[in-house]
């Protein structure tokens, strides 16, 4: 009894000190021990900005995604790095625009570069705290294994390298993609082809599911860059011809399907409240494959240009208590604005290297209005070529080519139509607030804000370089190369 009675007493003034260490609001010593936030980043793979029922979804619903920004805060000017695949991902997880880290574009099998193993990533950064983390899908910053996710940080990997239609050409009538490296941790397990693409959402969805149940009792990031509804597109027969929109409709309603599993996955584990869950998109949508691709509606252009529709993304975070519900923001933000953010939430150190992005949790969660701390934003695309930059209200365009399809449709069936190209001669610049598809060029009527623009590009292709000049930025760090290519 004596012994016993010891014990209890031990117990209980652990658990005393415990509650103390970690202040008000804990509720028991599980949740203590986890301390710190639970992250979820869901990122899917050329979504529209339009692609969502919250931002005017047509010919589909997502009543998950939609019941998480009832729940939480839209982001009405949320933006890519870069409006392509690799670029744009690195930005997000490094909180740097890729250009100053090295990654341009989308890396395929061919390329011998990938992320630099001297990058802090989202993984490293939390693993300072001891958080549990994992990738389940679409990595794109390097296939070989010195780039892969369990040399940046992630415990667990299970996905895929890149996107789905790397090979020589996209495809015409008759033609299909070649299988798929399927990996898990270092290994490639298996190729997948159309049949097992099919099932992909579920398995990734299963995978993100059994991590949170496996890790409730400690803190984790989990990260679940979907491959769809980037082409080929494929979705499992519990959704195929579900939706007024085809199969493009049919892939965003099971990418919905899996936020909701993801969302009860954190009710049932009573870690919901302590769960910060992020939506977003890597770029707008590919327009040459119409009916298979996404819409950018009502902004300007999609993919692969800086206007709006190429780099501003749908945007929904959730955390009950900490982010006001059904709250909307209307204040500009950026993927390299992620890592720092979430950083200071939880008390990590950021890298001794330069990172873009800066700490905008006040704007997330504090009252609407709240400003955004920073200048503006930059836009490249593909090497140092500089776009175009924001500052509040206002994005500038410097001259350049870009694709376009010319109010054309794109095609039908996966087979896609060819883009033109067009050409911003001069100066552009366009209030997003009264014009928000940048369709009245203001330049001659404000001269003083262009010049004050002009000199805020010139830090860009100071810091990041100006390839149309063969300027090299003096912040610039080189990629991650494969040894035995480094040796020739």
């Known amino acids: 009894m004596k012994i016993f009675i010891m014990r209890t007493v031990r117990k209980m003034m652990f658990v005393l000190l ?22 979820v980043i869901v990122f ?37 790095a870069q409006a ?27 390329n011998t570069h990938g992320i630099s193993g001297d990058e802090m990533t989202l993984a490293d950064m939390f693993k300072q705290k001891g958080y549990a983390t994992a990738i389940f899908g679409k990595w794109h910053l390097g296939h070989h294994p ?3 996710p369990l040399r940046h940080g992630f415990d667990e990997y299970y996905g895929i390298p890149y996107s789905g239609d790397m090979w020589p050409k996209h495809p015409t009538a008759g033609d299909r993609f070649p299988p798929l490296p399927l990996i898990e941790g270092e290994k490639t397990i298996a190729h997948v082809g159309e049949e097992e693409q099919t099932m992909m959402t579920t398995r990734l969805t299963e995978r993100a599911v059994d991590f949170i149940h496996r890790n409730k009792e400690k803190p984790f990031f989990l990260y679940v860059p979907h491959p769809q509804p980037h082409v080929p597109l494929y979705v499992s027969d519990k959704f195929k011809g579900k939706s007024e929109r085809g199969l493009y409709g049919d892939v965003i309603a099971e990418i919905d399907w899996s936020v909701g599993e993801i969302l009860k ?18 770029n707008g949508p590919w327009l040459s494959y119409g009916d ?29 208590g900490k982010i006001p519900a059904g709250t909307v923001c209307s204040e500009p933000g950026m993927n390299i604005d992620i890592l720092p953010t979430l950083a200071n939430l939880i008390g990590a150190r950021l890298p001794e290297h330069k990172i873009d992005g800066v700490d905008i949790w006040p704007m997330i969660s504090g009252p609407i209005g709240t400003k955004n701390p920073r200048k503006g934003y930059w836009y490249y695309y593909k090497q140092n070529e500089l776009h175009a930059v924001s500052m509040g209200k206002w994005k500038l365009y410097l001259p350049h080519s870009y694709r376009t399809m010319g109010g054309r449709a794109g095609g039908t069936g996966g087979i896609p139509t ?53 300027r090299k930025g003096k912040g610039v760090r080189e990629a991650g190369r494969l040894v035995a290519v480094k040796k020739k």
């Open 84 to 110: 392509v695949c690799s670029a744009s991902r690195t930005a997000m997880l490094t909180g740097c625009y890729p250009n100053r880290v090295g990654i341009h574009g989308a890396l395929g099998p061919k």
């Open 265 to 282: 996955a954190l009710k049932e584990d009573g870690i919901d409240d302590n769960t910060l869950v992020i939506f977003t998109s890597d």
């Open 292 to 320: 298979h691709g996404g819409s950018a509606l009502p902004l300007r252009e999609g993919k692969g240009t800086a206007w709006e529709g190429g780099v501003r993304e749908p945007c929904v975070m959730r955390w009950p």
């Open 418 to 470: 060819k883009y033109s190209q067009a050409k911003v001669q001069q100066l552009e610049l366009y209030d997003l607030e009264a014009d928000v598809s940048e369709t009245k060029n203001l330049a001659d009527q404000h001269p003083g804000l262009v010049k004050k623009m002009q000199a805020f590009a010139e830090e860009a292709r100071v810091e990041l370089g100006y390839k149309l000049t063969k």
């Open 18 to 39: 415990v509650v103390w260490l970690n202040g008000p609001g804990v509720r028991d010593v599980g949740a203590a021990e986890a301390g710190k936030p639970n992250v």
């Open 44 to 80: 899917t793979d050329d979504q529209g900005y339009q692609d969502l029922g919250v931002f005017g979804a047509q010919g589909f619903k997502t009543p998950n995604i939609d019941r998480m920004a009832a729940e939480g805060r839209i982001f009405t000017r949320w933006y890519a």
């Open 146 to 148: 010195e780039f892969l």
